[in-house]
């Protein structure tokens, strides 16, 4: 299962019920507000590199740039993508959930 | 060469969020990536605040991208299923002609190629297709 | 509600899970009406009727609002983390609201 997040977690707690809900091997794509996950030196981005290395990560590129955060500031573990992989990781995962 | 053809796939596509919300160009920019990696989209609904896309008089700034009418495009131009929740249409003001006329209504600010249908369609199109995703929730 | 309503008169088999400010709306006595809402309470009364029989709530969102299963208007079963995952693993589409 593909899990797609769209809020910040500074915003609203759907950050915090998506990894509360993830299983080992599943994927987590943040998208608009979602990428503020990723904001350096927060609790959400600790959080996101504490999940298992099974836990796949994802983030639009396309968002991150367009709100002004440094690419080169994203943990090393996370993957940038463009909409034709986020369609791609659709057909990979059985199923996408959108929080 | 034709290998990503054996996983070509039915899209089923929801918005929930209006014009306003970037989830509106998100569903988009993934709906044309989905036909241009070659899969197949069954059927596009809107639901909440995204029913206003299907309005034919907002009035975008001249220099401010028009949405509304890009998606109007793209679902011609693919022929696409593009169904408007009926429910939250109404309460909404965004009504085809049969709408105006049956709810005596002034104007109908709807039309082609928007079709409003119940929220049947959503879960019909949920059951059918190989993937559903959801935008704007 | 009114899709998995919809979904229900479909014959498509529904499930609930109440999570986050969701299981407020599970809260008994809300007087809807004198904010002039419409109340979801009969909504969701009727569910079972619609054969929308299993219903859960997230533990870790009532508690963090102070609740107790006692106080919901119909039985949800309580789940948390991993039975959460396991749950929405369990469907074949899974939609939030």
Not at chain 1, 2 to 13: C, E, F, K, N, T
Not at chain 1, 16 to 45: C, F, H, K, W
Not at chain 1, 53 to 70: H, P, T
Not at chain 2, 106 to 132: I, K
Request: with cysteine; aromatic share 8%; charged share 20%.
């Amino acid at each position: 299962m593909l899990h797609v997040l769209r809020h910040a977690p500074q915003d609203s707690s759907r950050f915090a019920s998506t990894l509360r809900s993830m299983g080992p091997e599943q994927g987590l794509l943040m998208i608009e507000d979602g990428v503020y996950s990723l904001l350096p030196d927060t609790s959400s981005n600790s959080a996101l590199q504490l999940l298992p290395a099974s836990v796949r990560l994802y983030v639009m590129e396309a968002d991150v740039s367009a709100r002004g955060l440094a690419i080169d500031d994203l943990p090393k573990r996370v993957k940038l993508i463009d909409y034709p992989t986020f369609v791609q990781l659709c057909t990979q995962y059985d199923k996408v959930l959108s929080w | 060469m034709f290998e990503s053809r054996l996983n070509v796939m039915k899209f089923a596509i929801a918005l929930l969020a209006g014009p306003q919300d970037p989830a509106a160009r998100s569903a988009l920019s993934f709906a044309q990536a989905a036909l241009d990696g070659g899969h197949q989209i069954s059927r596009l609904f809107f639901y909440r605040d995204a029913v206003h896309l299907a309005s034919d008089l907002a009035v975008q700034p001249q220099d401010e991208s028009d949405i509304a009418r890009e998606w109007r495009e793209f679902i011609s131009s693919n022929e696409l299923d593009a169904v408007v929740c009926i429910a939250a249409a109404l309460r909404r003001g965004v009504l085809n002609e049969a709408e105006a006329s049956r709810w005596e209504r002034p104007v109908a600010n709807s039309g082609q190629p928007w079709v409003l249908s119940g929220l049947g369609q959503w879960v019909d199109a949920m059951q059918s297709a190989d993937r559903a995703v959801t935008f704007g929730s | 509600m009114d899709l998995a309503l919809a979904a229900a008169a479909f014959g498509v088999p529904v499930s609930l899970l109440f999570l986050d400010s969701g299981v407020m709306q599970l809260l008994k006595g809300q007087e809807s009406a004198l904010i002039k809402q419409k109340s979801l309470t009969a909504n969701l009364k009727a569910l079972p009727i619609f054969g929308v029989e299993d219903l859960f709530v997230c533990q870790h969102s009532l508690s963090e609002r102070g609740l107790q299963s006692n106080q919901l208007l119909l039985p949800a079963k309580p789940v948390e983390g991993a039975e959460i995952a396991a749950l929405l693993e369990q469907y074949d589409q899974v939609v939030t609201l």
